[in-house]
């Protein structure tokens, strides 16, 4: 079974189905998304408020946790996977796939009599294509934030000044810094929310309006899958330099504004996953080279954990994620990576220290593929 047509034949149900089978539970339908229990970030998805978030219009998975990973169906089946212990590849997704919905592994084509089944999936091949259409939201549901700049961001090497041009407020009710995300085009399409209290059960989420009764319950939310964070300010000088700096956060975006200004060619992933969406629209641009630069997911080198999936190091699987992400473009243009084999903290990225060890970092950039 090719796995593209699959994904393409696949239909609402059965991606219900398939997350049914993998432990997981249907909590809320909108006309957009379904919302799932956690099973991707704990092998109980009960134990945690139910954050799986899968969109109707491509069917990408997004889990609003700590790092807001985001997968498509074959990627949940294995994450869910290693989180009971199982080793699956590829090809074992597949499988369970196809397992589920009812159809030969190893046929390249779906037979059925159903009329409801080829309708649906009729329908499902119109949207393969489609653009996920992003909600706009007026800039006026910022007025009630306060202009006030925490110290512990001025500390992370991101001024004022920086967090006055990306529009950065604080929530004194939340306790939380409100950072708006805007297209390409300036337009405002979602709110995340970065929580100050300690004990918050992750640090990044989306932003809830309590007074909001527009839309889905309030949640500022979007698809990361479909954009970048910073698209809307550094657009340009990724089109003059025809190279852009791929991370995970919206502070190195913010901190590469603050040590590069106009020049800042930083985008920001909301997490560490480049779909194809993503990868398109930096192709789009007419880039020569990506920079890669994801957190350091690592102390040292060396460093090994006896627990991970497969027995790896903790290097071997941040060298999985680098890849991961460098396979996305490889025979469209160059691919780097910054790598610091000795960070301060583990989950550091190069952005975190200073301008000059960051430049140090990006001059010392590893090739991993030529164009």
């Not at 998304?33 to 134990?47: C, K, L, P, Q, R």
């Not at 970065?194 to 932003?207: E, G, H, Q």
Request: hydrophobic letters at 35%; aromatic letters at 14%; charged letters at 30%.
């Amino acid at each position: 079974m090719n796995a593209q047509l699959l994904k393409q034949k696949l239909t609402e149900r059965d991606i219900v189905n398939v997350v049914t089978r993998l432990g997981g539970e249907l909590k809320y339908e909108t006309e957009t998304e379904f919302i799932f229990t956690s099973i991707t970030y704990d092998i109980n998805g009960d134990a945690h408020k139910p954050k799986l978030y899968c969109y109707k219009s491509n069917f990408m998975f997004v889990e609003f946790h700590m790092s807001m990973d985001t997968f498509d169906i074959f990627e949940l089946i294995k994450e869910r996977q290693r989180l009971l212990g199982n080793k699956y590849g590829f090809t074992d997704c597949i499988k369970f796939v196809c397992d589920t919905i009812g159809i030969d592994y190893r046929s390249d084509t779906i037979a059925t009599s159903t009329s409801n089944f080829i309708n649906s999936n009729l329908k499902r091949f119109t949207q393969v294509t489609k653009i996920t259409e992003l909600t706009v939201y007026d800039d006026d549901i910022l007025d009630k934030f306060e202009n006030w700049y925490h110290q512990s961001w001025i500390d992370d090497h991101i001024s004022i000044e920086t967090m006055e041009k990306y529009n950065i407020k604080y929530y004194d009710f939340g306790n939380q810094i409100i950072i708006p995300c805007y297209n390409e085009k300036n337009e405002l399409i979602g709110i995340r929310a970065r929580n100050l209290d300690p004990n918050a059960s992750c640090k990044y989420v989306p932003y809830k309006d309590i007074d909001w009764h527009k839309g889905d319950r309030g949640w500022f939310k979007f698809n990361v899958g479909s954009t970048f964070f910073g698209l809307n300010h550094n657009i340009d000088a990724i089109r003059r330099t025809k190279k852009v700096i791929i991370c995970e956060s919206e502070k190195s975006v913010m901190q590469g504004d603050t040590y590069f200004g106009k020049n800042n060619i930083i985008l920001g992933m909301y997490g560490s996953a480049m779909t194809t969406t993503k990868r398109d629209i930096i192709l789009d641009l007419g880039i020569e080279e990506v920079v890669i630069a994801i957190d350091f997911d690592y102390l040292e080198e060396a460093y090994h954990n006896e627990d991970t999936y497969e027995d790896l190091t903790d290097w071997e699987l941040y060298e999985r994620k680098v890849y991961k992400i460098a396979d996305k473009f490889k025979g469209w243009c160059k691919v780097s990576v910054i790598i610091d084999f000795n960070p301060e903290h583990k989950k550091d990225c190069a952005t975190d220290y200073s301008r000059e060890k960051f430049l140090k970092l990006y001059n010392d950039r590893f090739t991993i593929y030529e164009k």
